[in-house]
């Protein structure tokens, strides 16, 4: 005889313990009365299973904000950056990929996971899988994941809240006796920001089958530039044995939460950002060769002044990405020889075009191509001059070292993330969006079912040390994450068939 939604419920949060460190014999939970009595036809009668649920039943599954809250700031004391404020969480965070700091992030993933019955991998890249057994274990888990390492003056929130969401997300299964139809996984992905080592996403993206492990683990960090990816894992002792990659790690499909990063959220008054994929870009290197002279005794027009022509390249990009709709950024920027009396000789940077097409940023590759050399050799494109004196013509290079076409996320994942922020927030508290910026999730959803949810952050600044996301707006966003999985789970369970769309596979 079946009970009550309501009467099940209350008989569930009666029945919620948390389980010990280590699974085994679970705490015996108190007596219900015969009537309140399920038979699951898989586990044993003190577990609930995912696919018992109705919507009324995943809300009963709720976060512990204040527990979320001081897990991220908890991991916060290894890398801290800046301050901004007087409070002691009101600092950012520079906890580089690979560094002392982020091995103790690591360390304390490990240990947190394990505690939770999770069996921990850590493959060829440092990525570090944690997977929560479920009742059918022959098929990949569903997986949670994001990053730990951060920008040398970024925040509290970036990627870490989808780390420590899904840590929350185990604690909360563990609490409530929830068990899955498949296994459930959480990821950490190594190097995502790409601020150390010169490729963003570069970990997941080995996993993908999109980069060679030789050219990542060959990356040399940006400053000083003596270590490799690879020494580095080596050093921290985060060189897994299992090879990185999808077929040794594959996954069912990959959930991240994480902040906007941008003012939509904030300006719309949403709590929720569905994400349906993430825009196109691409990261150039630009080498201006000029020659070193004297400041005092080189006239204007005898210079090659390399750095004068890269100010009017980078300008440039500017007008080209305002006539596209576009995207043009400066990060990075080195001259030779530094010094105040010399012109400069030569000048690298970086160059990063971004759109949400595809055809957008390679006409916008297309047109620095073009008009970078015209600039070089003092012609005037659109008003590049400026009423500069030309000078001596100069060389440049242009080198292409990254490319990440534009992303669409599965349409059953999508419905997830949607299904659970109506659910959880009601009807009007969430948007579809694009993500500007690329995360693991880009790499992630070439191989299974991906999407992402958004929580908004304070006038959408990040990678900055003042990035905030209010704590009721975290919990939130792990509301939904925890949800999307639960309903993923019971659709497999649902079909357990393949999906149309190769190669996923349920």
Known sequence: MSLPASRFTAALRIASRRYPAQRGAPTPRPHLGREHVRCFSGSPRWQIRTKEMNDDLMKDLKVNQARLMEDI??????????????????????????????KAARDWFVEATEALGCKVTVDAMGNIFAVRPGLRNDKPPTFVGSHLDTQPSGGRYDGILGVTAGVEMLRVFA?????????????????????????????SGVWAGSIPIEAAHSLRE??????????????????????????????????????????????????????????????????????????????????????????KMILHSHRLATANCALASTGILNLKPGSTNTVPGEVTFSLDIRAPKDETVDKMKDSILRDFPKIAAGEDVEGSNHGCTSGLSLEVEIVEDFDSP???????????????????????????????????????????????????????????????CKEQDCASGAQVLLQSVVRFDRMRDERRVSWKQEPYTL
């Not at 409530?176 to 490729?199: C, D, H, K, S």
């Not at 020659?291 to 204007?300: E, I, M, P």
């Open 406 to 468: 534009a992303t669409n996320f599965h349409a059953d994942c999508i419905t997830a993330v949607r299904q659970s922020a109506k659910s959880i927030l009601g009807p009007n508290q969430s948007m579809e969006m694009t993500s500007g910026a690329g995360h693991d999730s880009v790499y992630a959803s070439k191989r299974c079912p991906t999407s992402m949810i958004f929580v908004p952050c304070r006038e959408g600044v990040s990678h900055n040390p003042r990035e905030f």
């Open 175 to 203: 609490d409530n006796w929830t068990e899955t139809e498949y296994p459930v996984g959480l990821v950490n992905w190594t190097n995502e920001e790409g601020a150390r080592f010169p490729m963003s996403m570069v970990a």
């Open 222 to 311: 940006v400053h000083p530039g003596t270590e490799t990816m690879k020494s580095e894992l080596q050093r921290i002792g985060y060189l897994g044995s299992t090879p990185a990659s999808y077929e040794s790690m594959p996954m069912a499909a990959h959930f991240e939460l994480h902040i906007e990063q941008g003012p939509l959220l904030e300006m719309a008054n949403k709590k929720i950002g569905v994400v349906t994929g993430v825009q196109a870009y691409k990261w150039l290197t630009v080498k201006v060769k000029g020659r070193d002279t004297h400041t005092g005794t080189t006239d204007l027009k005898s210079r090659a002044d390399a750095l004068l022509t890269a100010s």
């Open 73 to 102: 700031h908890y991991t916060c004391q290894w890398g801290t950056g800046e301050r901004w404020g007087e409070k002691p969480t009101e600092t950012g965070m520079a906890r580089l990929a690979l560094s002392d700091a982020d």
